[in-house]
């Protein structure tokens, strides 16, 4: 079974206006840690942003946010005054965490297009 | 400067010959990963490795082997290459804790003729 779900295939969304992509996980651990990356049409993977289980608070680098909705398992990435060059496939991923079990689950990714 | 790298970055291979993909990192990280990425299907995880000749199978090991010597070095080698192994192949690497990223190498792109 998918433990990391991205429902969205697509978005296209005007530049400037603020884009939500969705991201839902599964996990027994009652504590891990949730990632957002961006790739670029050049194929390059970059870490965009950090969520840990245990905080509450949502975690923001620039403009992108986080909508962390523990009791339902989801971690939506928010990207405010979007810009062309945010075009890209963004993944979530988790990494569980157990000892010792290093291994990260991705999403299938969403595809963002912001339009001029 | 935090790097992953990569080498070579574009490789053509007829079906039956071996491929040696080789990565490096100069951040001393403990764990890295090979991954294969296909169209639809995101990234699927070939190998982890948890330091130098601890090697560990991920999602999809078959048809896969790897070799790590050293720390910073991370090798995939897929013996007697077949079609269906055309495909991009990203290694990444990270520090052991759990709340650490994963940097990615830029990416090798793969046609097994």
């Known amino acids: 079974a998918q433990k990391v779900t991205q429902t969205q295939t697509s978005i296209s969304v005007m530049e400037k206006t603020t884009v939500t992509m969705d991201c839902v996980y599964e996990t027994q651990d009652s504590s891990y840690f949730l990632f957002w990356y961006k790739q670029t049409a050049s194929g390059e993977i970059v870490f965009l942003i950090r969520?840990?289980?245990?905080?509450?608070e949502n975690a923001t680098v620039g403009h992108y946010s986080l909508n962390f909705q523990k009791p339902k398992s989801s971690i939506g990435l928010i990207i405010t005054a979007t810009q062309i060059e945010d075009s890209a496939v963004y993944f979530c991923a988790m990494r569980e965490g157990a000892t010792g079990y290093q291994n990260f689950y991705f999403g299938k990714g969403t595809s963002l297009t912001v339009i001029p | 400067d935090m790097k992953v790298t990569q080498m070579p970055r574009y490789l053509i291979k007829r079906m039956g010959e071996n491929v040696l993909l080789e990565c490096g990192q100069d951040?001393?990280?403990?764990?890295m990963y090979w991954y294969r990425q296909d169209p639809g299907l995101g990234l699927q995880l070939i190998y982890i490795?948890?330091?130098?000749?601890?090697?560990s199978e991920g999602d999809i090991p078959k048809g896969y082997r790897v070799s790590r010597k050293k720390r910073e070095h991370f090798s995939l080698i897929l013996d007697s290459a077949k079609t269906n192994q055309t495909s991009v192949y990203f290694c990444a690497s990270s520090l052991r804790g759990n709340q650490d990223t994963q940097y990615f190498g830029p990416g090798t792109r793969l046609l097994v003729l």
């Open positions: 951040m001393s990280h403990e764990t």
């Open positions: 969520q840990d289980s245990y905080k509450k």
């Open positions: 490795s948890y330091d130098v000749d601890s090697n």
